[in-house]
């Protein structure tokens, strides 16, 4: 029985899955169970930061491995707050508390609970409790139901009514909107500064600048999904440091690209002081009011500490800026009908298509269509809805393999059919 049959046979079908079922990896490089080769551009969706099987993360995973798998977190486990301290000390920058989780969708959830907690300790003027959280259009948050209440995508939503209450929805950098959807009951703001799954939309400094006001005069939680764009993609470890360097978030959910592949998530709080009484906002969640069997455990934590070193200690922020730099000249040098823009920073890049040039065969969308053939040519790239793929290669990608991925799309273009 080959590997789709079994697929068929035994997997919930939940994925619209491309034709191709990798078994090895290298680098920028995936062979499939044919020993056919393709430049991985997709990078587990924005999650192989390092590549495949980079030497320093599979050394880091077997040598914790071989001491200590996992242990309770009734107990200090030390990886866990080494890592904590590497993320606050390097990347964020701003005095906080850290919470380690599985996922981006289980992350993000936590920002949904501090929300929930805040507004409830600090009520409207009636002594109600605060429970609205404000998203934005096209915005998308995971698939746990607080994360797909919180995602402004109808489509991921359809079927799973009644939603968990409590969530608003407004254009995306428009501050009039935000403004306007403000009411007694408001106890934060969470958007994306990149939307990923929406199409690759970056916020503007401006509507952040007007989002950080507005938290501060309503006393709302100004919180970030950094889960596909944290951690160098965008050129910065931080993704709103790419658009706005001084913004101060209270709160920040990550994911993907912090393991490099090893399934970890974390949300980060602020310490800053709330209320008369002068408590840190961290404090809204005390022993008992969250926690995650396996989050923190020592092998994600030593796998992560790798990925994040790194990171770091290559500058690959850095190469991201250089390699984004080379995609967009490439790109604007052919004046391709096809393409309409690149939008985003670093190697989070959505690839805009002209629906109108580049016509799919019925009934599907330009984008997966687009996909499947540059799967066909040996490049792997993901959609971001129907009118644009990304570009999400390893942050480590080099000059020389980015030329090779250019290659391959223009051609794509130039014989789509």
Known sequence: MTTSEKFSRYVLPTYGRFPIAPVRGQGSWLWDEDEVQYLDFCGGIAVTSLGHNHPKLTAAISGQAATLLHCSNLYQIPQQAELAELIIEKCVGLPGKIFFGNSGAEATDGLIKLARRFGGAHPDKNGQPRFEVITFHKSFHGRTLGALSATGQTKI??????LLPGFKHVPFNDALALQEAITPQTAAILLEPFQGEGGVNAAEADFLLAAQRLCKEHNLLLMLDEVQCGFGRTGKMMGWR???????PDAISWAK????????????VNDRFIGDQQTPLFTVLGPGSHGSTYGGNPLACAASLAVISEILDADLPANALAREKQIRDEISSWNHPG????????????????????????DKPTSIHLCSLLLKNGLLAPPAG??????????????????AALKILKSTLDTYE
């Open 386 to 403: 129907p009118e644009t793929i990304r570009f999400l290669p390893a942050l480590n990608v080099s000059e020389a393999e980015t030329a």
């Open 157 to 162: 939503q359809e079927g799973f009514a009644p």
């Open 257 to 268: 690209g912090m393991g490099g592949g090893f399934p970890i998530g974390a949300f980060w």
């Open 242 to 248: 790419s658009i706005l360097p001084d913004l101060e």
């Open 339 to 362: 393409i309409t823009e690149v939008r985003g920073s670093g190697l989070l890049l959505g690839i805009g298509l002209n629906i109108n040039v580049l016509t799919p065969p019925k």
